[in-house]
């Protein structure tokens, strides 16, 4: 596995080293150790699948509040999305910044997303399916969100036409952020 940090401290771009031949490939998606030692969270709680039947469907902001913040390795098994994470850590040094990143099922690239962050993503496909490994277990009482389009973030995604989206009330009706 090759990790590479992206702008937001703390979350990285992780790339996976397939060992292939005749038959295809086999890869490593989840390896404590790797994560212990690049300092990430190795904990594992659940792992979830999301299947987003359209193009330009929307997932998100999402995050839990202490003490059940999460850390998640997202991987895209069939399809394409435009993944999205916002650092909400007060007193990170990139606080309300985001970072986004194409990830196909061909590019065989994840992204961590520490403790602390928003994530959601935009899919580029009809059909395209997540996976998701998870630190913590769900908590509903902690679940919570930021809206996809609150202009404190300004994220650039790649349809902003309200129109086209395919997005939840929930996730469309998320607050504003508030510090």
């Not at 895209?76 to 916002?86: E, F, L, S």
């Not at 606080?95 to 580029?124: N, V």
Request: hydrophobic share 35%; charged share 25%.
């Amino acid at each position: 596995m090759k990790f590479t940090e992206t702008s937001l401290k703390g979350a990285f771009v992780i790339e996976q080293e397939p060992n292939t031949d005749e038959r295809g490939f086999f890869a490593r998606v989840w390896c404590q150790n790797e994560l212990k030692a690049h300092g990430l969270n190795p904990n594992l709680a659940q792992s979830s699948i999301a299947l987003s039947k359209k193009k330009w469907t929307l997932r998100g902001m999402h995050y839990q509040l202490p003490p059940h913040e999460e850390a998640k390795l997202i991987l895209c098994i069939k399809g394409a999305i435009y993944d999205v994470i916002v650092d909400l850590r007060p007193g990170s040094p990139t606080y309300k910044k985001w970072f986004g990143i194409e990830i196909t099922e061909k590019t065989q690239k994840m992204i961590y997303i520490p403790e602390g962050f928003a994530h959601g993503y935009q899919t580029l496909e009809d059909n395209t399916e997540i996976l998701y490994f998870i630190s913590q277990f769900y908590n509903p009482k902690s679940y919570t969100g930021i809206r996809w389009n609150d202009p404190v973030f300004g994220v650039k995604w790649p349809n902003m036409n309200e129109s086209e989206i395919i997005i939840s009330e929930k996730d469309k009706n998320f607050s504003s952020f508030k510090e």
